[in-house]
């Protein structure tokens, strides 16, 4: 399961334009924390701190630990605004993780198998149709990423969501049985394939011709 990560953040007076530029100048990033029964608490992050985290992988489905003033809450990061020349962080958003509750994800796909899949070795391309998955899960259950298995796979096998173990009480968004990846047939033994199958087609076409002309 996914890993706590522990931030601090600090109380901040005044929202807005002019309270905000007043916090980033200060050295800090605005936030706001919100869901759960509690009100909206406006808080400011140490820029440094929050950058290296926006600047990790999947920011935005990671888990913290938010220590404000002593009181620690677990939430999770709903949207980050970016500087549009630095790309650095300007505010985000922290939505509170209640326990019971549920939250929808885009998990990321993480692929295995594929030194061994016969289709691969035999010259298949490997064609992955979803490299993430949208899943809903419980807070206490939120999956670091999904696993999915290449190493049976032939040209032309597909692998589909109920292929993927998920963990309890996690599902998708989507209710039929979707793709997430294939193994497609090298180019040269497509166009064979397409040779093969257009031959008998020719073959036949002849004596209809020859028919006409009597």
């Not at 010259?123 to 993430?132: A, F, K, M």
């Not at 049985?177 to 076409?205: C, H, N, Q």
Request: with cysteine; net charge negative.
């Amino acid at each position: 399961m996914r890993e706590t990560l522990e931030l601090k953040a600090e109380l901040r007076s005044g929202t807005g334009k002019g309270p905000a530029y007043r916090t980033r100048q200060k050295g800090f990033i605005p936030a706001i924390v919100y869901g759960g029964k509690d009100a909206p608490q406006a808080v400011m992050l140490a820029s440094r701190e929050l950058e290296r985290q926006v600047g990790a992988e999947n920011f935005l489905t990671s888990l913290f630990m938010l220590e404000v003033e002593g009181k620690k809450t677990r939430v999770i990061p709903r949207d980050v605004q970016l500087d549009p020349v630095s790309d650095r962080p300007v505010h985000v958003d922290f939505m509170r993780l209640e326990a019971g509750t549920t939250i929808t994800l885009a998990i990321p796909v993480h692929f295995k198998g594929s030194d061994v899949s016969p289709g691969i070795k035999r010259g298949g391309t490997l064609n992955i149709v979803r490299h993430e998955v949208e899943l809903v899960c419980p807070v206490d259950n939120i999956p670091e990423f999904l696993e999915a298995d290449l190493s049976a796979m032939e040209i032309n096998d597909s692998l589909h969501i109920s292929a993927i173990k998920l963990p309890e009480g996690v599902r998708p968004t989507i209710a039929r049985d979707f793709t997430i990846a294939s193994v497609v047939a090298p180019s040269a033994m497509r166009e064979e394939l397409a040779k093969g199958e257009a031959a008998p087609a020719a073959e036949g076409a002849a004596p209809a011709a020859a028919a006409e002309k009597k």
